[in-house]
């Protein structure tokens, strides 16, 4: 019988749900789970520190990528980004809250199933652009909405962004979770099948999720404040 395996390095996971639950500087949990989860693998302390310092060199370009793009965002949102994206809508005679959504949708799911995830997204796409072209155009309509519709069409806009991005993303043959099913099912059951084939059986859920989203109250224009 082999050694045991020890659990004790598993503690760094409870010291992260611990710092996360008091609302501890993150960085610092971080660095103490680490820290932590060596000395309980009973790690020297110089290779603790020189794993800590290589994880920090391989991602310290990681904050500059996602803060800039946040930080262009919150400038165009100053300069009226929001004020101008509900004018635009409201010139369009057509549109309303529930079409906008249904287009984003769709465009949402495609871009996903191209594997361009990063167009969209909460900060980027939902909270600056979405959310009030979807209060613009129900405003141009309704008139001045209650809070309630408000963040009803903010949470369906929301809602739009996850279900587009969730079932396109499966549709993408290079996608995470593609590889793991083909890679499980080759290991545990030895069934031979190419990543494309599993891809493509996403289409049907993608469609199903588009159509089912179009019978959506928003979408077809039943706005409530309940």
């Known amino acids: 019988m082999g050694d045991a395996i020890s659990l004790w390095p598993l503690m760094g996971i409870a010291v992260i749900v611990a710092g996360f639950l008091l ?7 971080v660095i103490i789970a680490g820290i ?9 302390i110089a290779t603790i520190l020189e794993k800590l310092g290589e994880g920090f060199l391989n991602t310290r370009n990681l904050p500059f990528i996602l803060l800039i793009p946040l930080a262009v965002i919150g400038l165009l949102e100053r300069h009226g980004l929001k004020e101008r994206a509900q004018a635009w809508i409201a010139k369009i005679r057509s549109a309303t809250a529930g079409r906008l959504l249904i287009v984003y949708l769709f465009v949402r ?14 900060p980027q796409m939902v909270r600056p652009l979405l959310a009030p072209m979807a209060e613009g155009a129900a405003e141009k309509i309704h008139g001045e909405l209650p809070g309630t519709v408000r963040y009803r069409l903010r949470a369906m806009s929301a809602a739009t962004d996850n279900v587009g991005l969730f079932f396109g ?4 043959v290079a996608f995470g979770a593609i590889i793991f099913m083909h890679n499980f099912m080759l290991e545990s059951g030895g069934i031979q099948t190419e990543p494309l084939h599993i891809a493509l ?7 199903c999720a588009f159509s089912d989203s179009r019978r959506a109250p928003v979408a077809s224009g039943q706005l409530s404040a309940t």
């Open 201 to 207: 059986w996403g289409i049907p859920t993608a469609i």
């Open 169 to 172: 993303e499966d549709i993408f």
């Open 36 to 44: 932590v989860t060596g000395l309980a693998a009973q790690m020297p």
């Open 109 to 122: 799911e495609a871009t996903a199933a191209l594997g361009l995830t990063s167009l969209g997204g909460h």
């Open 23 to 29: 609302r501890f500087n993150p960085v610092l949990v």
